[in-house]
């Protein structure tokens, strides 16, 4: 990631950048099995019974240190959940996004968005261009973002896990209740949270420097 030296060379460089990302949240709070598998030492023959199509929601949030933008819900036009896509994607960012930094009077903010397919469309990017000019973080824009690179983003490093481990707790039974979750959790984060997860995105760039582009073992299994 090279940012421009009277950007990367500020100490609060983290302040200046909007972090963004999507997320899915399964009502029955399904785990990847990809990225999850657990073995049984009792019965370990014993079958697990899970629903094909669980119900989800998709949900994006934009992080800076001074606080959270969203939580905001894919939905279609008859207030159905639906994943995103190109189309989806550029209108949150028209009708959601853009407003709502114009109203929390965010100026000069860099944008990041990791390399998924809707994100770095010829229309999505043409957006990006015309209201963050070269100041936005993507595969194909002015500054590149590193693909799988989770653990250099603030929401994947902490929001989402943090959000999981919470809107669970109490059951929710229909997909507006664990959209209620979602929203209640976010607003709740502390303020001074925030500024220390953004403030982490900086040592974790030094750390990336320091060892040429390394994996962050020292950071992620650090005890």
Not at 20 to 28: I, P
Not at 136 to 145: E, K, L
Request: glycine residues 6%; neutral net charge; proline residues 6%.
């Amino acid at each position: 990631i090279l940012l421009p030296k009277s950007v990367f060379g500020s100490k609060c460089v983290y302040r200046q950048i909007l972090f963004s990302d999507e997320a899915h949240f399964w009502l029955n709070g399904y785990v990847n099995k990809q990225n999850c598998r657990i073995w049984s030492e009792e019965q370990p023959e014993a079958v697990q019974e899970l629903p094909m199509h669980p119900e989800k929601c998709t949900v994006w949030c934009g992080l800076y240190a001074g606080g959270i933008i969203g939580p905001y819900f894919f939905k279609d036009a008859v207030g159905r959940n639906v994943t995103v896509n190109g189309d989806r994607y550029r209108s949150m960012l028209t009708n959601f996004l853009l407003p709502k930094m114009e109203e929390l009077n965010l100026v000069d903010m860099w944008f990041q968005q990791d390399g998924a397919t809707c994100h770095t469309a010829r229309d999505s990017m043409a957006i990006l261009r015309e209201n963050f000019g070269e100041q936005f973080i993507s595969r194909n824009g002015p500054v590149s973002w590193p693909p799988r690179s989770c653990d250099l983003t603030p929401l994947d490093y902490f929001l989402w896990g943090y959000v999981k481990s919470k809107v669970y707790r109490n059951k929710p039974a229909t997909i507006p209740a664990l959209e209620d979750n979602i929203s209640e959790e976010i607003r709740a984060i502390p303020a001074e949270m925030l500024e220390k997860v953004a403030q982490n995105w900086t040592f974790r760039m030094d750390h990336l420097r320091r060892s040429r582009g390394q994996h962050l073992n020292e950071i992620i299994f650090k005890k």
